[in-house]
């Protein structure tokens, strides 16, 4: 049979490539058309009232009902969602009353804070985590399996607010090796030329070693306290994750093969949890995100958690349902490049051929 009444016979994986990607993207769009609508009624269901918040309490009746047609609270809520989906399509998520800025230019503000922060800490959290939690289980039972098991125990239950306000004590007041609140020291803010809005990574495009260094002092004891909880919750999930693959027959006849224990461990039996971990690891890296708000708080750390409970509190809903907006599409962002992810490690998602 010639190449070509083979190339005929062969059927295109196009179509059904195309079909997939459709369906993605129809998901996604779906999903964030919910937010959207999700966003839009938490912003009217919540008991605040945003007219009270911008008049204050002793305006008279004119100037409240003057804000509140302004303010297209007068409209029906269809209408009002469609100027608020306007308003998103050109980038308006309103101003702040706390700042007096667009909330936009605010959440590009603060959002590289966390991010930089969360990062350092799943990093910190992943890398310590997973071998834990491998070693535990290859020891079930033992003193090693016990230990780690506890040291998790306390990690995860413990509130961070609380190891923030001990790391503060001990690593800055008494021994003054952590380098306090806020992201840098008094004399560097402002120093640094903002770039990518991550500040070790900022100070090092611009050469300042002394205002990297002074970065680096500050989110490592944060960055610590956040990975020790993200450690304890990955460690745990790598153990029962790890017993339970180790108990597979796949294992007993690779060790009855003679395979040395290193390669049963992490060449195989790590290899097929490596899925689950991804899906544990985006779940923690989400909640740093958006959960990290008592440390951010604790260590004065000018932060996306921080900007959203001060929002909540004075009763800025621009500012609160632009943070709840963010919140969602990361959780979505985290969920896409999860799904990509397992195509890669997880060959039985591999397309047929």
Same mark, same amino acid.
């Given at each position: 049979?010639?190449?070509?009444?083979?190339?005929?016979?062969?059927?295109?994986?196009?179509?059904?490539?195309?079909?997939?990607?459709?369906?993605?993207?129809?998901?996604?769009?779906?999903?964030? #058309?919910?937010?959207?609508?999700?966003?839009?009624?938490?912003?009217? /269901?919540?008991?605040?009232?945003?007219?009270?918040?911008?008049?204050?309490?002793?305006?008279?009746?004119?100037?409240?009902?003057?804000?509140?047609?302004?303010?297209?609270?007068?409209?029906?809520?269809?209408?009002?969602?469609?100027?608020?989906?306007?308003?998103?399509?050109?980038?308006?998520?309103?101003?702040?009353?706390?700042?007096?800025?667009?909330?936009?230019?605010?959440?590009?503000?603060?959002?590289?804070?966390?991010?930089?922060?969360?990062?350092?800490?799943? #990093?910190?959290?992943?890398?310590?985590?997973?071998?834990?939690?491998?070693?535990?289980?290859?020891?079930?039972?033992?003193?090693?399996?016990?230990?780690?098991?506890?040291?998790?125990?306390?990690?995860?239950?413990?509130?961070?607010?609380?190891?923030?306000?001990?790391?503060?004590?001990?690593?800055?007041?008494?021994?003054?090796?952590?380098?306090?609140?806020?992201?840098?020291?008094?004399?560097?803010?402002?120093?640094?030329?903002?770039?990518?809005?991550?500040?070790?990574?900022?100070?090092?495009?611009?050469?300042?070693?002394?205002?990297?260094?002074?970065?680096?002092?500050?989110?490592?004891?944060?960055?610590?306290?956040?990975?020790?909880?993200?450690?304890?919750?990955?460690?745990?999930?790598?153990?029962?994750?790890?017993?339970?693959?180790?108990?597979?027959?796949?294992?007993?006849?690779?060790?009855?093969?003679?395979?040395?224990?290193?390669?049963? /461990?992490?060449?195989?039996?790590?290899?097929?949890?490596?899925?689950?971990?991804?899906?544990?690891?985006?779940?923690?890296?989400?909640?740093?995100?958006?959960?990290?708000?008592?440390?951010?708080?604790?260590?004065?750390?000018?932060?996306?958690?921080?900007?959203?409970?001060?929002?909540?509190?004075?009763?800025?809903?621009?500012?609160?349902?632009?943070?709840?907006?963010?919140?969602?599409?990361?959780?979505?962002?985290?969920?896409?490049?999860?799904?990509?992810?397992?195509?890669?490690?997880?060959?039985?998602?591999?397309?047929?051929?």
């Amino acid at each position: 049979m010639t190449t070509t009444a083979l190339a005929m016979r062969a059927p295109s994986r196009w179509p059904r490539h195309a079909r997939r990607l459709g369906g993605r993207v129809a998901t996604v769009l779906i999903t964030l #058309l919910g937010l959207l609508v999700l966003t839009f009624l938490i912003g009217r /269901v919540m008991p605040l009232d945003p007219v009270l918040s911008i008049v204050g309490p002793d305006a008279d009746r004119s100037t409240y009902e003057q804000v509140y047609r302004q303010l297209g609270l007068d409209r029906p809520l269809p209408v009002q969602f469609g100027y608020y989906l306007r308003d998103l399509l050109h980038g308006d998520l309103g101003n702040a009353m706390l700042t007096g800025h667009p909330v936009r230019e605010d959440l590009a503000r603060v959002l590289p804070a966390t991010l930089e922060l969360a990062t350092l800490a799943i #990093l910190l959290g992943t890398g310590l985590g997973v071998p834990l939690g491998v070693y535990a289980a290859t020891r079930r039972g033992r003193l090693g399996d016990h230990l780690v098991r506890l040291f998790s125990l306390v990690g995860y239950s413990t509130p961070v607010f609380w190891f923030g306000m001990m790391g503060l004590l001990v690593f800055y007041a008494w021994l003054g090796w952590a380098g306090g609140i806020g992201r840098v020291g008094i004399a560097f803010e402002g120093t640094v030329p903002t770039v990518t809005g991550l500040l070790l990574v900022d100070s090092l495009l611009a050469g300042d070693g002394a205002a990297f260094r002074s970065a680096l002092r500050h989110i490592t004891l944060p960055a610590c306290i956040l990975g020790l909880h993200a450690m304890a919750y990955i460690s745990r999930m790598t153990r029962s994750f790890m017993l339970a693959q180790l108990s597979q027959e796949y294992v007993l006849a690779a060790r009855v093969k003679g395979l040395p224990e290193r390669t049963v /461990v992490w060449g195989h039996a790590f290899r097929n949890i490596l899925v689950q971990l991804l899906t544990i690891v985006a779940l923690a890296y989400g909640g740093l995100l958006e959960g990290a708000v008592l440390i951010e708080t604790v260590f004065g750390w000018p932060g996306f958690g921080q900007y959203l409970t001060s929002s909540l509190l004075l009763g800025d809903m621009a500012a609160v349902m632009g943070s709840v907006l963010v919140v969602g599409v990361i959780f979505v962002s985290i969920n896409l490049v999860t799904d990509a992810l397992y195509r890669v490690f997880d060959p039985r998602t591999q397309p047929t051929r």
